[in-house]
């Protein structure tokens, strides 16, 4: 087996979640994390801030190992913007899992030779 396929290029898809809440940031992660094995996630930024910042989150998920379940819907107490990049299969598989826990809009898709780039929305059903 080649390198390539142990580093699950096709199946990783790092999820990007900007401007929300620790809360809303968490939600989204907990409806991913029951469905995949989390790789990695940036460590939480500090819990208040003195002035207005923005706040992205980062973790990446292995979409191979999947269990695909269905998944109760989770609360969000905002919108929340979301981006997804990986290969195209794999950035399929998660915007099907967060549609299992929230109201998912497509603002803009952008496809690559080898990668995709999904921006949505999420929000509470």
Do not use: N
Request: proline share 4%; hydrophobic share 35%; charged share 25%.
């Amino acid at each position: 087996m080649s390198d390539v396929y142990d580093l699950h290029i096709d199946t990783d898809v790092t999820v990007q979640l900007s401007d929300c809440e620790r809360e809303d940031a968490q939600a989204v992660f907990d409806v991913l994390d029951a469905a995949y094995r989390l790789e990695d996630m940036t460590a939480p930024g500090p819990q208040a801030a003195t002035e207005p910042c923005p706040t992205v989150w980062t973790a990446t998920f292995d979409t191979a190992g999947g269990e695909h379940r269905q998944m109760s819907p989770a609360h969000l107490s905002a919108t929340v913007g979301v981006t997804l990049t990986g290969g195209y299969h794999a950035v399929d598989e998660v915007e099907k899992v967060l549609a299992t826990g929230f109201d998912v809009r497509s603002r803009h898709t952008v496809s690559g030779d080898q990668e995709r780039e999904a921006r949505l929305l999420l929000a509470s059903r």
